[in-house]
């Protein structure tokens, strides 16, 4: 049972547009959600988080937006750059534990 | 800057070898973890530790094992290796309140 799950294997954007990737969750008993990129070769990297009490985060190019009652997340990079090119991972921080659950990646290509 | 290393980068097995995957974390971190990354799988979880000699299952802890007698080594074990746990697999150290910083991973293909 996928509690976390990423619907979309891979998503295709052209340089300087939006990319939006999107989260959906079934259990309410997470209390962070973080983003992490990952090239081929190489382990992920953190990108971004946001607590379950608040519905918006932002650093610098990289969104991500939370809607609690729709069980949902999405992040938002803008503008895009080929360097983005990458599996994007969603995860979910159990509640009082240190425990990740993730999602199935999602592949970004960003061409020019 | 935190550093996660794996003792190897690609390792190839024969079934029914013992295999250790060995992690070791550079942070003075409590907590580690051992997943394994598959296509259309994402991460999932086998075993991580709170603390020195402390493990706990994950989510598929079937055919593996770990050890962790320093706190900044976190060991893997394969008592068997079977074709099936050819896979990538990544360990991650973290602070209590903090994010998982991941290692490079470790590409086992058990023939």
């Given at each position: 049972?996928?509690?976390?799950k990423q619907?979309?294997?891979?998503?295709?954007?052209?340089e300087?547009?939006?990319s939006?990737?999107n989260c959906?969750?079934t259990?309410?008993?997470?209390?962070?959600?973080l983003?992490?990129?990952?090239?081929?070769?190489e382990?992920p990297?953190?990108?971004i988080?946001?607590?379950?009490?608040?519905?918006?985060?932002?650093?610098?190019?990289?969104?991500?937006?939370?809607?609690?009652s729709?069980?949902?997340?999405s992040?938002h990079?803008?503008p895009?750059?080929p360097g983005d090119?990458a599996?994007y991972?969603c995860?979910?921080?159990?509640y009082?534990?240190?425990?990740?659950i993730?999602?199935?990646?999602?592949?970004?290509q960003?061409?020019p | 800057?935190v550093?996660?290393?794996?003792s190897?980068?690609?390792?190839v097995?024969?079934t029914?070898?013992?295999v250790?995957?060995?992690?070791?974390?550079d942070?003075d971190h409590?907590?580690?973890f051992?997943?394994?990354?598959?296509?259309?799988?994402?991460?999932?979880?086998?075993?991580?530790?709170?603390?020195?000699?402390?493990k706990?299952?994950?989510?598929?802890p079937?055919?593996?094992?770990?050890?962790?007698?320093?706190?900044?080594r976190?060991?893997?074990i394969?008592?068997s290796a079977?074709?099936?746990?050819?896979?990538?697999?990544?360990?991650?150290?973290?602070?209590?309140?903090?994010?998982?910083?991941?290692?490079?991973?470790?590409r086992?293909?058990?023939?």
């Amino acid at each position: 049972d996928q509690q976390v799950k990423q619907n979309s294997p891979s998503l295709s954007v052209q340089e300087g547009r939006i990319s939006i990737l999107n989260c959906d969750y079934t259990n309410s008993m997470f209390d962070y959600f973080l983003w992490y990129k990952k090239y081929p070769a190489e382990g992920p990297t953190f990108l971004i988080s946001i607590s379950s009490i608040k519905d918006k985060n932002e650093d610098g190019r990289f969104t991500v937006f939370l809607n609690k009652s729709a069980k949902h997340l999405s992040l938002h990079i803008v503008p895009s750059q080929p360097g983005d090119s990458a599996v994007y991972f969603c995860a979910a921080s159990v509640y009082n534990t240190d425990k990740l659950i993730f999602g199935t990646g999602t592949r970004l290509q960003v061409f020019p | 800057d935190v550093k996660v290393t794996q003792s190897s980068r690609y390792l190839v097995k024969r079934t029914g070898e013992k295999v250790f995957l060995e992690c070791v974390q550079d942070m003075d971190h409590e907590n580690m973890f051992w997943y394994r990354q598959d296509p259309g799988l994402g991460l999932r979880l086998i075993y991580f530790s709170y603390d020195v000699k402390m493990k706990e299952k994950g989510d598929i802890p079937e055919g593996y094992s770990v050890s962790r007698e320093k706190k900044e080594r976190f060991s893997l074990i394969l008592e068997s290796a079977s074709t099936n746990q050819t896979s990538m697999y990544l360990c991650a150290s973290h602070r209590e309140g903090g994010q998982q910083y991941f290692g490079p991973g470790t590409r086992l293909t058990v023939t």
